[in-house]
């Protein structure tokens, strides 16, 4: 049996077959539009020029808002759910072109040896987009009921569109949850996915809701993968960040030893992941993404030469919100290490033991 590569974890290190690796990258795609919006083949294009500046990671949203809205006129070729002739979304129907694309850039990733992070839910899209211009947020979300033939998520009186009820337990919500990782798990698995489960998933002070939620989710990953994948957490948690992570590790979740990594988003030089607030900074990945960080220094090429190199120093993954060739190349001069497969399997491969 040939050996199949795989990453890791080793404290706050992330391995791949068993060594340290940085890794830091831009957004794939082409001009102004990435995969995230676009999804469009051929991919080659998208990952050479990541290839071509040593960047080893892209980050892909599966459910953005902005592929949802305007709801009257949206491409529904970019969405992963399937619309019904009256115009609604059905929350159970997966857009199979979708998917088929989705595993055709992960492949092309994997040709060229680089890691996608899979964000499989969106909470910018839950909240109230305070705004009466499209793209709106929850106002043309597919979870919002007035969006849907599955009537299970209600609009909030709070003015907070889908939040909190999102991360509640209820149980008919919770199986339409649980049919959407399993089928995006099951569909792009492989050596060179990771896992994020929500970008920014902060709703006030629901602490203990969002990371009772968030467990629930990690259990459901592992129960497609074995531990085989790597799972990341966003605490983007306002000025608490780390909150949600410290409180998970308080509470004694089952699942908490079964994720892997932390997202934070803003500047990196703003964070320390050797500060003692973290209680969790010797157990998991760090990863900074410039996701709410300067505009436009973001992308530029001297932000992100100093950014990530201040990751690297403290054994960071960099992430950078940014598009630009000018931001890859300041991830390139930072050096970060090249993924050398040793045997590329396909989609739905199996991996030798778990992380």
């Not at 791949?16 to 539009?33: C, H, L, P, S, T």
């Not at 529904?76 to 129907?93: E, I, K, P, Q």
């Not at 793209?135 to 909190?164: I, M």
């Not at 919770?174 to 929500?198: A, C, D, G, K, P």
Request: aromatic share 12%; hydrophobic share 35%.
């Amino acid at each position: 049996m040939p050996f199949i590569q795989r990453f890791s974890r080793s404290g706050r290190d992330i391995l791949f077959n068993g060594k340290v690796v940085k890794m830091a990258g831009i957004y794939a795609g082409v001009g102004d539009k990435t995969t995230t919006d676009t999804l469009d083949a051929p991919f080659d294009d998208d990952m050479s020029r990541l290839k071509q500046n040593e960047n080893n990671l892209h980050r892909h949203i599966l459910i953005p808002y902005w592929n949802y809205s305007p709801r009257e006129s949206v491409q529904t070729r970019n969405c992963c759910f399937v619309r019904t002739a009256d115009g609604r979304w059905d929350l159970r129907s997966y857009n199979a072109d979708y998917f088929r694309r989705l595993k055709m850039m992960i492949d092309t990733a994997a040709n060229y040896n680089i890691a996608v992070q899979v964000v499989l839910f969106d909470r910018t899209g839950l909240d109230a987009s305070g705004s009466t211009t499209p793209p709106l947020r929850w106002e043309h979300s597919p979870w919002n009921d007035a969006n849907n033939v599955n009537t299970v998520l209600r609009d909030t009186v709070g003015g907070h569109g889908g939040l909190p009820e999102f991360y509640a337990p209820d149980p008919e919500l919770r199986r339409i949850q649980e049919l959407f990782i399993r089928h995006v798990v099951s569909q792009t698995r492989s050596w060179n996915v990771f896992y994020e489960i929500m970008v920014e998933p902060m709703w006030g002070d629901s602490s203990d809701v969002r990371v009772r939620w968030a467990d629930w989710v990690v259990g459901v990953i592992r129960s497609v993968t074995n531990g085989t994948n790597l799972v990341f957490y966003n605490d983007h948690t306002g000025g608490a960040r780390g909150a949600d992570v410290n409180r998970w590790k308080q509470l004694a979740l089952p699942n908490y030893n079964n994720f892997h990594g932390v997202i934070f988003h803003g500047t990196p030089t703003d964070y320390n992941p050797n500060n003692t607030a973290y209680a969790f900074r010797d157990e998991k990945i760090f990863q900074v993404s410039t996701d709410a960080g300067p505009s436009p220094a973001r992308d530029t090429y001297p932000s992100n030469l100093a950014w990530c190199r201040h990751a690297f120093a403290n054994r960071v993954m960099y992430q950078a919100h940014a598009k630009t060739l000018d931001a890859a190349r300041g991830i390139r001069d930072n050096q970060p290490t090249p993924i050398e497969p040793v045997f590329i399997g396909p989609i739905n491969s199996s991996v030798e033991a778990t992380v």
